[in-house]
């Protein structure tokens, strides 16, 4: 089955850029999206089709996708982005994947 | 304001059956695929159905083929899963979540999620 590798933990400074590397095989073929999940609450899409943002997320958020990679970057991290990130795609159209998700840490 | 709202949770005995109910609001419900996701206690996402539009489509993970059956009912404006035969391992949070128009896509809002709990 497919499978979707990210590191557990990023550690990242206030104002500083935080980069979540989301890995799978030939993951460039397929469209990466991802979610921040803050805890207690609901994931929340912060990138879809690889690059593209949803109405309301900050432009800090911006994301890639080539090769077997897919990259969420937060530049001029803030406190508030401090969460849980999940990274997804589709395998054959049949079966969804999340990544095992990054614990992202303000310091 | 797009809505998900889900219901039906709670605690269940191992091979018991629970039907969870997800009422949409502020969009074409019928127009959307929809997916219902879960999370273990502690752990990570897990996607686990998805209906297409017109609900003649259903695909589900491995893990709950054969026990699981996702519905809609579009004139209700709600999403349903039926679970059967829950094992411990069925533990999580179940959210619905608000698919694409049309194919696979990204999941965009979730509801609050609803809590099932398999023990005896």
Known sequence: SYELTQPPSVSVSPGQTASITCSGDKLGNKYACWYQQKPGQSPVLVIYQDTKRPSGIPERFSGSNSGNTATLTISGTQAMDEADYYCQAWDSNTACVFGTGTKVTVL | ?120
């Not at chain 2, 695929?33 to 491995?62: C, E, F």
């Not at chain 2, 608000?98 to 609803?114: E, H, I, K, L, Y």
């Open chain 2, 1 to 120: 304001e797009v809505q998900l709202v889900e219901s039906g949770g709670g605690l269940v005995q191992p091979g018991g059956s629970l039907r969870l109910s997800c009422a949409a609001s502020g969009f074409t419900f019928s127009s959307y695929w929809m997916h219902w996701v879960r999370q273990a206690p502690g752990k990570g996402l897990v996607w686990v159905s998805r209906i297409n539009s017109d609900g003649s489509s259903t695909i589900y993970a491995d893990s709950v083929k054969g026990r699981f059956t996702i519905s809609r009912d579009d004139a209700k404006n709600t999403l349903y899963l039926q679970m059967n035969s829950l094992r411990a391992e069925d533990t999580a949070v179940y959210y619905c979540a608000r698919g694409s128009v049309a194919g696979p896509g990204w999941f965009d809002p979730w509801g609050q999620g609803t809590l099932v709990t398999v023990s005896s």
